[in-house]
């Protein structure tokens, strides 16, 4: 990939802009459910007495749920700013406690000092955005500390990823009323999958945030449609790259592949680093 894809943040989607508007509509059930999602994902209770690092904490729900499980500490980072912005607020309007730090970064960019790691190394649904998949699983799995946790959420590879690098490369550069467009063409070819499929074609929309890791539905179908870069991975080549570093891994989650006509979707990683 090239350095510009790697760096510059003016040739990725800004997803920012959605998560603040996600944001503002968070609630405690929310909230919980984000926690429960964190908690299966790292195949723990609490993380008391642990360290956490959240690579692109978009808005900062995970941040949030891994300091209610009791995390020391929690440092949170993203390249976009508004991101940041928008981690930092929703941290601040439900945490009194002063356990918590997000900062502008880039996952390629992460201190080298070999003192610098966590208990945890956390990243769901971000490191295929990085242009570099491979590079920065590399870089976010250095900062693990000995025996520590490293989960990971990835898009899984399908027939259909040529064709959606091509729509999410376009979605990034497209117009907002070109984008409102796609998002709503989109949304309407899947409620008429739904249909031909004999299921309910408003469940998507009528199910409640709280469902799955407190995320909303029409948020996600922006997150998708925009997220650029794009890579993917099938679970067999990112269990051999990191394994290949010296992690075992411990579990993995929707892992089962389709079509992708509609979407890859994330499959969920969780690998342990070798002991000291």
């Known amino acids: 990939m090239s350095a510009e894809l790697k760096f510059d943040v003016k040739t990725h989607f800004q997803f920012g802009a959605n998560w603040a508007e996600y944001s503002r509509s968070i609630r405690e059930s929310d909230i919980s459910s984000s926690e429960a999602a964190l908690g299966r994902l790292l195949g723990v209770e609490s993380l008391e007495g642990r360290s956490f690092l959240d ?70 649904g971000v490191l295929h955005h990085t242009g570099d998949l491979w590079g920065a699983i590399d870089s976010a799995a250095k900062r693990v500390a000995p025996g520590g946790l490293f989960a990971i959420a990835l ?64 948020t996600d179908v922006v997150d998708w449609l925009g997220g650029y870069p794009y890579e993917s991975a099938t679970p067999e080549e990112v269990r051999e790259f990191v394994e290949a570093r010296g992690f075992k891994q411990l579990a993995s989650f929707k892992t089962k592949t389709d079509l992708g006509i509609f979407g890859s979707g994330n499959a969920e990683y969780r690998f342990r680093a070798a002991d000291p």
């Open 155 to 218: 898009y899984r590879k399908t027939p259909c990823c040529g064709f959606w690098k091509i729509e999410k490369k376009f979605f990034a550069r497209a117009s907002p009323t070109l984008r409102k467009l796609l998002v709503y063409t989109y949304a309407f070819l899947r409620m008429l999958g739904d249909l031909v499929r004999l299921k309910d074609p408003t469940r998507r929309w009528r199910r409640p945030k709280s469902a799955e890791r407190g995320m909303k539905w029409s």
């Open 55 to 124: 690579i692109g904490c978009g808005s900062g729900i995970h941040s949030l749920a891994a300091l209610r499980l009791g995390a020391d500490s929690v440092q949170a980072m993203d390249i976009d700013p508004q991101s940041v912005a928008c981690a930092r607020e929703l941290v601040k309007s439900w945490w009194d406690k002063p356990n918590f730090d997000a900062e502008v970064g880039n996952v390629f960019e992460l201190d080298g000092d070999e003192s610098r790691r966590y208990d945890v190394v956390y990243s769901w």
